[in-house]
């Protein structure tokens, strides 16, 4: 294999990328996969071109798992710029209507962003990977078409405000799945009566993981590859948040041959982690309805 193409490794493990503003999940995706010569790669949710932030990066075996963080929840700060909406709800749109800013206040702001907070509901923008009728909700919006988007439930767990000017408010913000900053950004200008959009957005958290653990292109790119490899985190941190069920020798073997076991003191419902003695992470089981743990997705098969 030539230097210029060289040959790809199967490797496994978690890369939590400090995405750049300005550049695409799946761009920054590609170098990722580059950089580790890494067979296989996908992210765990992408995030816009104009937001930066946490953006995990699943590699080999760890791509099977990057569904179960799309249910996570997520944090960001958003710099909200008053006084003007955009078609994206960001600052990359076009301006469809402008308003005075009213005189802003803590106070004014605090009882704004109250009735956000909690559970609530959103309607989807426009400008979205969503489907109708098999068409990307994002691609009609480009010729000018708009359809109704049926609200969807989501939570706010917190809202707290960080700053604010004349014309602009920055928030943190701990979200459910499925939250569109771009849309809370918007409703609250609307609720101010003035009119917002997303000037700028970071996303700090997903789950438990942290922006402060992650690592920018430009930190990959200066590191030896031996330096590289150990900034990747097991694949067992992508489901963190599952309980974890263990196993001993003759228990490990028979899971891994597909087999669900009964286990003492194990959860009584769900999804959880399987480690077996002495071979560790072995994959993801569910309880089952007779109370057994099933294997539904195994990684590691021991001898």
Request: with cysteine; net charge neutral.
């Amino acid at each position: 294999m030539s230097e210029r193409h060289p040959e790809r490794r199967a490797i496994n493990g978690v890369l939590l990328l400090d995405k750049a503003s300005g550049y695409s999940s799946n761009s920054s995706l590609q170098k990722v996969k580059r950089l580790f010569r890494a067979r296989k790669a996908g992210h765990t949710g992408s995030l816009d071109p104009v937001a930066s932030g946490l953006l995990p990066v699943c590699l080999g075996e760890a791509t099977k798992l990057s569904s179960y963080l799309l249910n996570t929840d997520k944090r960001y700060e958003v710099r909200v710029r008053l006084g003007a909406e955009t078609d994206t709800a960001d600052i990359e749109g076009v301006v469809t209507l402008t308003r005075p800013v009213p005189n802003l206040t803590e106070a004014l702001i605090e009882k704004i962003l109250d009735a956000f907070r909690g559970e609530g509901e959103q309607i989807p923008p426009m400008y979205s990977a969503l489907k109708h009728q098999g068409q990307r909700l994002y691609d009609l919006a480009r010729k000018g078409v708009e359809v109704d988007r049926p609200p969807r439930p989501i939570t706010i767990y917190a809202l707290n405000l960080l700053g604010f000017d004349a014309t602009s408010i920055q928030l943190d913000v701990h979200c459910s799945k499925g939250t569109y900053i771009r849309t809370l950004a918007e409703d609250i200008g609307r609720a101010l009566d003035c009119g917002g959009h997303v000037e700028v957005l970071r996303r700090t958290g997903v789950g438990s993981l942290n922006i402060a653990e992650a690592f920018t292109i430009d930190q990959l790119e200066t590191m030896t590859p031996e330096e590289r490899d150990r900034a990747l985190l097991p694949m067992d941190e992508l489901v963190n948040h599952l309980p974890v069920v263990e196993f001993d020798e003759a228990m490990t073997v028979l899971i891994c041959q597909g087999n669900p076991l009964f286990v003492p003191q194990a959860p009584t419902w769900g999804w959880v982690r399987l480690y077996g003695r002495n071979a560790g992470f072995l994959g993801l089981g569910e309880v089952l309805e007779d109370g057994r743990i099933g294997p539904r997705r195994m990684f590691n098969r021991p001898e």
